[in-house]
């Protein structure tokens, strides 16, 4: 009993086919590498929220440098919004303009060592206050839904993603005291935001 010949495999053909599982491969892991360095909503939310708690801790010696200057006071204007106040800073007591961006957001880079009263930024800022004030007086924070004062409970950041207080989505944000330390929150305040005689909340320009 004779058994049929075995086809032989083309050189050509069998390369070819080769070349096709190689490139179908490599399409396979670019997707699954740009999956997973994105990450899921919460892990980018964690990522962000980690960099920007640095950026308060940054801006920190700078409102105590400014505030040693002037008699105890930190920076005060009689703009509506952060910048104003926070851009007087810059460059006396910081030259790092960077700080004053969260990562979670897409504002425009701001130039280095300029003021930026006249830009963007990312944080609201408690004016008004002296660096006397209690070690868990609310300073700055990231864009609050208004400017009122918040006790526990309270909504401080957005809770959807949108409008004011996004700027981590809807994951909540951060919050640095008078004694230089920063909390996360969610949604709805763990910490009273409040404002003693005189002070007041200003948000970022929207």
Known sequence: M?????????????????LFEMVVVVLLLIVVSIILSRGTPQSRFKSQ????????????????????DHQGR?????????????S????????RTE??????????KLPDA???????????YVSGLTND?????????????????KTNGQLIFSPDGNGPGSNHGRFGGNLLFVDG???????????????????????PRP
């Open 2 to 18: 004779h058994l049929p010949p075995k086809k032989r495999c083309h050189h050509r053909h069998c390369a070819a086919f080769s």
């Open 49 to 68: 929220l980690a960099r920007c708690k640095n950026n308060l801790l940054f801006i920190h010696p700078a409102l105590i440098t400014y505030a040693n």
């Open 74 to 86: 930190f920076p005060a204007t009689n703009t509506a919004t952060s910048e104003g106040p926070l």
């Open 88 to 95: 007087l800073l810059v460059p006396a007591d910081t030259v």
């Open 99 to 108: 700080i004053f961006l969260c990562p979670g957001t897409s504002l425009r």
């Open 114 to 124: 300029q003021p930026f009263a006249d830009r963007r930024i990312s944080y609201a």
């Open 133 to 149: 004030a209690s070690p868990e007086q609310v300073l700055l924070s990231d864009a609050q839904v208004n400017m009122l004062a």
């Open 181 to 203: 330390h920063v909390e996360a929150s969610p949604t709805n305040t763990e910490f009273a935001v409040r404002l003693p005689g005189g002070a007041k909340l200003l948000n």
